[in-house]
């Protein structure tokens, strides 16, 4: 049978993920490679509690059809907490509950992007963005990221140079390389933005996660109309339930709304039902805190690993949160290479390329050290420490 | 701010549901409209069970990313009840679990059509595929569905006329006709499109609501690679939980993988497991027949009372399946305005017009009778029945 498939669904290919989940059936290999939150961490015991709370109490209107905006009292606690922690206004009927914040990704594509249209993105970023952004047949430019954040003067120069209709960063730990923008920079992007009428697309899973001091504002608290604001209870509470969101201006709500109902109608109201009852009635700035103080050691013991096992030559990343340490290697050192190695001996990693649009054989490569034990850790880090040693 | 959106989210307009929301939250108003199941019919102690057993047992696995293929007890299920119920070979490794089958529609749209191409769809048909396909900015062309499935004369016609990528269909107690195609009609369905080398899209969500008999092999099963078969436990167990599927051939199901993996990542893995520990652990098709025996119960009171409060001019489609009854006014007249006119009588229904593609004040309507007791299902056909004698 000829198919006759549409020219998006050429663009997209099987992500290297795909490539690295073969190797994780086998228990011994050490991984440093999913950005899976660590499982010890979920508040399963209190998820559990309320779902039979949801159960007992709500009958079955739970199990019914509802609206796809999503659950207003889940809405409610988001907002309220935008306007608490972050000084941000964004009224729960301009938040829409998606399947993860990735569907809100897709759902922004739908709504916004033509073959042909050009969208700025970090370079490093986030590889499940690109493969979406990829679907939608656009021109994805990329601009350098800096310690304390994207690069300025290129922003802009690419700005004037191509006319994006999208500009998609993840300033708060971001996903590969764990980079997170000073404050000084944000409100310098916020007015980069304003100045030349670009909206943002500003997505934001790892925001609670800092080590010390406060969450960050995003930069959306600065643009009001001009932003989307993604956010999610992946890396927080559970990914496996599937509840992100996002937030955005009247006019763009009602057209994410629209996609959204012709999409899928709504995310799960039982998942929905059961996270609000949690949020509700558990204290959940203390399990932040728990999952920050455990992923903070887990990050210094991966960086102090990386300081005695690795070369000098290897250059790390500052990071101050989230859950990634990026790794840049000696040049000419294929990081796809190492990887093929490392499997070897038993250790998965993230290679850079997918996180780079149209680069191959990258020096680069993404640590996470969320889901393993202090022991694995320094195991897999000495390791891998080894084998970039020898190809040096 | 001035957006600048893609010319697709202009396309799709604000359905006329969110319209008839408006007057649901009025628990006076008789509601023959949505396509709710009945609550009652829930499963909700057996999910309860299964919702602590899957907290219990399967500890946070249950709570982590998973693949984005979905569930393989949940795969395996599906498959096995093709196998036995359908005469269907599927192997489980080509049924991807969706959120809800609404959203394998939006994956089909995603990796098949492009502007300008053309589909076919039954004339009435589902207004969520309909939303669906307007969204990938196609020309929707249809075909008059007759009283024992489409008319294969306009069928051949069209297809030679118009080369469609893709033939929507929904062979079995359709949406919002009720009509089910026999089998007969299925058999040179599949001949013609074998003979013109096109490919289905079977949308299947009612098939197990039959009241008598026994379940009718989809057309899929004369089709092969030609067919993608879509379904749902929506209509059976739960849609709050939004868990569907699609199965097609190996190539298909690649692309359709890709766009999920790209849009969502995976559905639910909770809710998976929930219903999957639910369909292991207990009797379905028991469930099923009690389900069946009260549907096709509320069918026949509604009927009855059609016969006696509405005019002898208004012609009833027959139905012997599924949660609809579709209704023809005597020509001239618009359910648009009889809809307006029963809102004040507190009785709402949808208005044939969104089941039409460009086509408005018609003189049909859909009644759905699943989710009335039967003492609102007689006042409510009698208050329409008065309106009706009214407006001759």
Same mark, same amino acid.
């Not at 300033?171 to 764990?178: A, D, E, K, M, V």
């Not at 850079?352 to 990258?362: A, I, W």
């Given at each position: 049978m000829d198919y006759r498939f549409?020219?998006?669904?050429?663009?997209?290919?099987?992500?290297f993920i795909t490539e690295i989940f073969k190797y994780l059936?086998?228990?011994e290999v050490i991984s440093f490679s999913g950005g899976f939150p660590n499982p010890s961490t979920f508040p399963l015991l209190e998820l559990q509690a309320s779902a039979q709370k949801v159960f007992t109490h709500e009958g079955s209107s739970v199990l019914q059809y509802a609206t796809t905006n999503g659950d207003l009292d889940l809405r409610r606690f988001i907002s309220e907490r935008y306007r608490v922690r972050q000084d941000l206004e964004v009224p729960a009927d301009q938040i829409l509950i998606t399947s993860g914040s990735q569907q809100a990704l897709d759902y922004i594509g739908k709504v916004f992007l033509e073959p042909g249209d050009t969208i700025l993105i970090e370079e490093p970023s986030y590889l499940g963005a690109i493969q979406t952004f990829t679907s939608y047949d656009v021109d994805i430019q990329t601009v350098k990221l800096q310690e304390n954040g994207i690069d300025l003067v290129e922003l802009e120069t690419k700005i004037v140079q191509f006319n994006p209709k999208l500009i998609y960063l993840i300033?708060?730990?971001?996903?590969?390389?764990?980079i997170s923008y000073s404050q000084e920079k944000r409100f310098a992007v916020a007015e980069l933005l304003k100045k030349h009428d670009v909206v943002l697309v500003e997505d934001d899973p790892?925001?609670?996660?800092?080590?010390?001091g406060n969450v960050q504002h995003p930069i959306s608290t600065h643009l009001k109309d001009r932003s989307i604001l993604l956010g999610s209870f992946s890396k927080t509470i559970s990914p496996g339930m599937r509840v992100g969101w996002v937030s955005a201006s009247k006019e763009v709500y009602k057209k994410l709304f629209t996609a959204k109902e012709a999409s899928d109608l709504h995310s799960s109201s039982l998942d929905q039902r059961i996270l609000v009852n949690y949020l509700y009635d558990y204290d959940y700035d203390d399990h932040l805190n728990k999952l920050r103080e455990r992923y903070a050691s887990q990050h210094h013991i991966m960086l102090e690993a990386i300081q005695i096992y690795f070369p000098n030559e290897v250059k790390v990343y500052p990071s101050n949160g989230g859950m990634f340490i990026w790794v840049e290697l000696p040049e000419g050192i294929s990081s796809v290479k190492l990887f093929y190695e490392a499997v070897k001996v038993k250790v998965v990693f993230v290679p850079?390329?997918?996180?780079?649009? #149209? /680069?191959?054989?990258?020096n680069t490569l993404r640590l996470s050290f969320? #889901? /393993?034990?202090p022991e694995r850790i320094l195991e897999g880090i000495k390791r891998l420490g080894n084998l970039i040693q020898q190809s040096i």
């Open positions: 549409a020219r998006r669904a050429q663009l997209t290919q099987d992500s059936q086998d228990k300033p708060s730990f971001q996903n590969p390389s764990g790892y925001n609670e996660l800092y080590y010390e850079g390329d997918p996180f780079y649009v #149209n /680069e191959q054989d990258t969320a #889901n /393993e034990t």
